[in-house]
């Protein structure tokens, strides 16, 4: 079984900055692509940033596009959000997701396989 755990969420004001890590663990764990979703309260999981690992090719929400930075490790099966000028439109559970193959278009749920638990950013104005 594969178990992503993700840390580095909290309260920050408006403008500030957080770093959200995820770690994969279990069975031998070689994923195609990662990926960040957050999902607000009352509101649908949306898509946020991917990792690509096969020419480490990112993509981002229009919504965090120049703000978030999506890197990561493949062989230490991390990856990172780094999130600056946050704004109270952040505020969300932040989801971690691997995708084991190709499934689909990047921004769809159904195209990861295994998810993390979530962590809280919350952005106060």
């Known amino acids: 079984q594969v178990q992503l755990l993700e840390s580095g969420g909290g309260l920050v004001q408006t403008g500030g900055s957080l770093r959200l890590s995820c770690a994969a663990s279990?069975?031998?764990?070689?994923?195609?692509?990662m990926g960040w979703f957050r999902q607000a309260p009352g509101k649908e999981r949306e898509f946020v940033a991917r990792?690509?690992?096969?020419?480490?090719?990112?993509y981002y929400a229009d919504s965090v596009k120049g703000r978030f930075t999506m890197s990561g490790d493949n062989a230490e099966n991390t990856v990172y959000l780094q999130m600056n000028s946050l704004k109270p439109e952040d505020t969300a559970v932040y989801y971690c997701?691997?995708?084991?193959?190709?499934?689909?278009?990047?921004?769809?749920?159904?195209?990861?396989?295994?998810w993390g638990q979530g962590t809280q950013v919350t952005v106060s104005s």
């Open positions: 997701a691997a995708a084991m193959k190709y499934r689909g278009l990047y921004y769809y749920s159904s195209a990861y396989d295994y």
């Open positions: 279990g069975r031998t764990f070689s994923s195609y692509a």
């Open positions: 990792i690509r690992w096969s020419g480490g090719i990112t």
